[in-house]
């Protein structure tokens, strides 16, 4: 069992909807949480970063973390074209970072 | 803050050549970590740096593969006698120990053995 899993998808929106993204995770030791975004061929992104539960806002993205659950989620509301890429979910615990396999996500004009 | 570099961005390589990668952290970042990713996986993890010391090294990791930062600095990553699985592409990723400890990536290395 991998430390951090993700439905790899793909999902595909129209332009304006509100995606959902989710992970869970088994190490009771997480403590940080981080979602990037990854272009066809380029490095990850880092786009949110929380620590323990809780939800963080930034712009149109909003990261919620539950850990009494192990469920990590990223919302996207009124997706656009330009959100089309793959996101991954990470988790954090000492030194080390741990990555779910990717969402692949395109969004509709 | 320039971000992460890494070159060559490609590099295609004929099955048993060596071939080397260079990385070059954001400046004030002390922790250097690369990473390994195939098409539809997330970042796998090779080895990490702290200032010159590698710290940790993915038990995975075949013994043709070789990394050094040797002053704490810049970072390489070699792969002796290249095999037809050793194509991925390459991450490298850097952060300061003591504050969020965010990671930043760079843009990779495509690796193409034929």
């Known amino acids: 069992q991998k430390e951090v899993e993700q439905d790899p998808g793909p999902l595909s929106v129209p332009e304006g909807a509100i995606v959902s993204l989710n992970c869970t995770y088994s190490n009771s030791a997480f403590q940080y949480f981080m979602w990037y975004r990854q272009y066809s061929r380029k490095g990850p992104e880092l786009l949110m970063y929380?620590?323990?539960?809780g939800n963080k806002e930034d712009g149109r993205f909003t990261a919620q973390v539950d850990k009494s659950s192990k469920y990590i989620s990223l919302f996207i509301r009124d997706s656009q074209p330009s959100d089309s890429a793959t996101y991954l979910c990470a988790a954090k615990t000492g030194n080390q970072f741990y990555f779910g396999t990717g969402t692949s996500l395109t969004v509709i004009p | 803050d320039t971000g992460v570099s890494q070159n060559p961005r490609h590099k295609i390589t004929k099955r048993g050549q060596n071939v080397t990668f260079r990385c070059d952290p954001i400046s004030e970042h002390n922790r250097l970590y690369w990473y390994r990713q195939t098409l539809g996986q997330g970042p796998e993890f090779l080895t990490y740096f702290q200032n010159e010391a590698q710290l940790e090294k993915s038990r995975l990791l075949s013994d043709r593969f070789s990394a050094e930062r040797p002053k704490g600095s810049f970072s390489t990553l070699e792969i002796q006698r290249t095999e037809q699985g050793d194509s991925a592409m390459y991450l490298c990723?850097?952060?300061?120990?003591?504050?969020?400890?965010?990671?930043?990536f760079g843009s990779g290395t495509q690796l193409s053995v034929l």
């Open positions: 990723a850097s952060t300061r120990t003591g504050t969020d400890e965010k990671l930043f």
């Open positions: 929380t620590y323990s539960s």
